[in-house]
């Protein structure tokens, strides 16, 4: 496990990301048809949009601004985000093309502040166990060791996902790829804090972030932190039904 370097500053630590990249572009494919008539971050879960699900854990974690990539059904989601107050919205617009996460983050990077910032998807989101997991990866964040800290989740506390898992652990919180046809306990949950540094060099246009994080695997800076909770991953239509199902007996 990571433990966290004592510095703080009124209860929040001086690293803690004030910006985040949410990543929302996507075509949402395996939605359909639902997003046939909108984009899938406007996909409502127990009432509210898969995307003010996001905005609202960002909030909640004292994240000021957030730049919001759109592609799909784009004047949908310009108007949706034109209503909210926190945190503070700018869209990065992708009309002309899909640049993937990688590349939607790179040219998002003129937006951001801070030498590190959240990034989370759009499409997936958690019910917090007894704290709040964004704050959790910043407690834990450490620019001198990490390029990247991801929130992931075990396969046993996640809700909608039917892969066969991510990552595995090494001892000291260094995350390991999956081999092939092998399982591993723990799948990324949508949910990181990246440094601007892992992004010197990285091309223009669609690429995966897959590519970086492989980078920083490659020189022991990709680190993990687990879940406190339940992943609950919306992909499909009848995702929605689960994670609505699961929203409930967390209330219950």
Excluded: C
Excluded at 19 to 38: C, E, H, N, Q, S
Excluded at 96 to 112: F, Q
Aim: glycine share 8%; aromatic share 6%.
């Amino acid at each position: 496990m990571v433990s966290p370097p004592p510095r703080t500053r009124r209860g929040r630590r001086l690293s803690a990301p004030s910006d985040a990249m949410v990543l929302a572009a996507g075509l949402g494919t395996r939605m359909k048809p639902i997003t046939d008539f909108k984009p899938k971050p406007l996909v409502e879960v127990a009432g509210k949009t898969l995307l003010d699900h996001v905005l609202d854990k960002l909030a909640d974690a004292g994240v000021a601004h957030a730049v919001v990539n759109v592609h799909h059904h784009a004047d949908q989601m310009e108007a949706h985000l034109a209503r909210r107050q926190a945190p503070r919205v700018t869209v990065s617009d992708e009309r002309d093309g899909l640049l993937d996460s990688g590349g939607g983050v790179v040219k998002a990077l003129p937006e951001l502040s801070g030498e590190a910032f959240y990034v989370l998807n759009a499409d997936t989101f958690w019910l917090d166990g007894a704290s709040r997991n964004l704050e959790r990866l910043a407690e834990i964040w450490d620019p001198e060791r990490m390029d990247t800290l991801l929130l992931v989740a075990a396969l046993t506390a996640s809700v909608g996902f039917d892969g066969a898992g991510d990552f595995s652990f090494s001892s000291d919180g260094r995350l390991r790829r999956r081999a092939e046809r092998q399982v591993t306990p723990f799948a990324y949950a949508g949910a990181a804090i990246m440094s601007r540094a892992a992004f010197d060099g990285a091309p223009e246009g669609p690429f995966s972030l897959n590519r970086l994080w492989n980078k920083a695997i490659e020189a022991d800076r990709l680190f993990g932190l687990r879940l406190d909770g339940v992943w609950l991953h919306v992909g499909t239509p009848q995702a929605i039904v689960e994670a609505e199902q699961a929203i409930a007996l967390s209330v219950a």
